[in-house]
């Protein structure tokens, strides 16, 4: 923290003696709490006096919630050479309440003050970044609150300034810059205030948001120094320097990445997996506290001219959750006021109500889960020998719905096979799946939901819908490319299912990671199933349990196997199969 001196007595007459701080609070700084919902605050340092016949013997803290008096602690002196030092540890827990601390030096019935902080409060810790849509500004974002903290500014130029290495003033956080176009002090954007403020409302928690967004930028500017980590020169080490700073580097709990767009020019999009892997793992090294990371699925954006690579960008962002085990993806499809490149006011408060469901449930034990999550493809498969229908199967699919038109389009007008727009005649929702009807037969071998950037035929208009969704108005995620596979029999339900129970090959394979098993069952059945190794040894039980009739899906996750072919075993009654399975590390 450095060192910070500070004389005794009043400002008039400094009095004869110093303090020399290595750790003393700022006015208004924020401390993460711990495991039971405390922070401690170390107060250390060295008295120093030139005048020995003045000495106190006695130093005192007084650790103040508000104005009243929670404890005051006292230590004995131990003077040597006109040197005492001291050390205290007060701690303060997470409510919405503010604390200060007061340093006093004591002889007998003399008090002399040294110092004191007030404003100082405990709570939970997020890092923002990525390109624009990551740190909005905008003039009606006036909420602020004691309780949602930030330390720093947003440089100008939609923060590619190098940083000022003395800007490490802590603030109020804000949506509006103060003015500034995409930057400013304390700015922690739009949808990152009002995150803030849902958090402070519902669960009376102090945040501290640390914004390191920066308009326009790809993710090749988002790279470490690795021989300089928190260079202020670079995107990547002025989020860091703040964060250092701030003395949070070992208590964030959750990163949220809102980028990519900026990297749809050309074909280096397919380097961008190998590129987020690399900035996953620098989180990891540099943030070692970070339990979960919130992807933001793009929708078709003309930003920067609207590049012809969004689709395979969207698909690797979909991915992402299964790619690594602690990611999340909320797709930004069921946001309204959307204007082509960037969200009205309304849009970013609909974009921060709809990913603080899932931070809700990760971290605050929200019970409010049911359809806070995007519709996610895990099948595609043509139902009949004729080949004129296809069904797409979809985790948290419950309650998709669309509108009939939008713009003057239709949703038939959203899909492609094997990279061509092909109108279905006819979409019919069923319980986690959609069935669509072709007037022709087709050979297509993979399946794409939405288009790059404009509708077919119209290249200067970007697609703004319509959109599937759920009835919460959570977008379903986009996908491109997606394999279908064989026939199976058509339920007469409407609903697509095989003749008998099935165990279907898992996705992705091969994974990293996590991979998602599902399988099908006439009836309600008591159900085992688990992975195993060549030799047959059971490495993990993925599901035991009654399984209803139907089709049912499972993610599984691990971070301990080593790199080969494995064996997926389910059984069900008196059914049994088995599909390999391989992993990557």
């Not at 919405?96 to 601390?101: A, D, I, P, R, T």
């Not at 590049?307 to 309204?336: A, H, I, P, W």
């Not at 998709?400 to 899909?415: D, K, M, Q, R, V």
């Not at 288009?451 to 759920?470: C, I, K, L, M, V």
Request: proline share 4%; aromatic share 14%; net charge neutral.
């Amino acid at each position: 923290m450095g060192r910070n001196y500070l004389l005794a007595g009043s400002p008039g007459d400094p009095g004869p003696i110093q303090a020399a701080f290595v750790n003393f609070p700022q006015h208004l700084q924020f401390y993460a709490r711990d495991s039971q919902d405390s922070a401690e605050i170390p107060i250390v340092g060295t008295l120093i006096t030139d005048t020995p016949t003045l000495k106190y013997d006695t130093l005192s803290l007084d650790l103040r919630k508000g104005q009243a008096l929670v404890e005051r602690v006292f230590i004995k002196l131990q003077w040597i050479d006109n040197h005492a030092g001291f050390s205290f540890r007060p701690k303060i827990h997470c409510e919405l309440s503010e604390y200060g601390v007061n340093l006093s030096l004591r002889s007998g019935e003399n008090i002399l003050p040294i110092a004191s902080r007030d404003s100082i409060v405990c709570g939970d810790a997020y890092i923002i970044t990525g390109q624009s849509l990551s740190h909005p500004s905008d003039s009606r974002s006036t909420y602020s609150n004691e309780f949602c903290r930030t330390l720093g500014i947003q440089n100008v130029n939609q923060n590619y300034g190098w940083y000022h290495a003395e800007d490490t003033l802590w603030g109020f956080g804000n949506g509006h810059g103060f003015g500034q176009f995409y930057a400013g002090p304390y700015l922690v954007g739009v949808w990152g205030i009002r995150l803030q403020q849902l958090i402070r409302d519902n669960y009376k928690v102090p945040t501290c948001v640390l914004n390191g967004g920066a308009g326009g930028s790809n993710i090749d500017d988002h790279i470490r120094n690795d021989s300089l980590r928190d260079d202020i020169r670079t995107i990547y080490g002025k989020l860091l320097y703040r964060t250092e700073k701030a003395g949070l580097t070992n208590k964030i709990k959750a990163i949220f990445w809102s980028q990519g767009v900026s990297d749809t020019y050309d074909s280096s999009i397919f380097s961008y997996p190998m590129k987020f892997g690399r900035l996953y793992n620098w989180w990891k090294e540099d943030y070692p506290g970070v339990a979960k990371v919130y992807v933001f699925q793009d929708r078709p954006s003309s930003c920067s001219g609207g590049m012809k690579y969004q689709q395979e960008l969207r698909e690797f962002q979909r991915v992402t959750m299964d790619l690594f085990k602690d990611v999340e993806v909320m797709s930004l499809t069921g946001v309204q006021d959307f204007h082509g490149c960037h969200f009205g006011y309304d849009g970013y408060l609909q974009m921060a109500e709809q990913i603080y469901n899932l931070l809700a449930r990760d971290f605050y034990g929200s019970s409010d889960t049911l359809m806070i999550q995007p519709a996610d493809i895990v099948r595609a498969y043509y139902q009949n020998s004729m080949q004129n229908e296809i069904d797409l199967i979809f985790k948290n699919g419950t309650g998709i719905t669309y509108p009939l038109n939008s713009y003057g389009h239709s949703i038939l007008e959203a899909f492609y096979l094997s990279g061509k727009q092909i109108k279905p005649k006819a979409i019919l929702i069923g319980q986690n799946n959609l069935r669509l009807e072709f007037d022709q037969s087709l050979d297509a071998k993979k399946i794409s939901y939405l288009p790059a950037r404009s509708y077919e035929g119209f290249d200067s208009t970007t697609y703004q819908g319509p959109f599937f969704q759920n009835s919460r108005g959570i977008g379903m995620l986009s996908f491109h490319n997606f394999p279908i596979e064989t026939v199976l029999t058509r339920s007469p339900l409407g609903v697509a299912q095989p003749g008998g129970a099935t165990l279907f090959q898992n996705y992705p394979n091969p994974f990293n990671s996590a991979t998602v098993f599902s399988y099908y069952l006439p009836n309600e059945s008591d159900v085992d199933l688990s992975i195993y190794d060549a030799l047959g040894r059971l490495i993990s039980r993925v599901y035991h349990g009654k399984s209803r009739l139907g089709f049912s899906s499972f993610q599984w996750s691990t971070d301990q196997l080593s790199s080969g072919v494995y064996l997926v075993k389910l059984r069900a009654d008196n059914f049994s199969s088995s599909k390999k399975i391989l992993f990557v590390k």
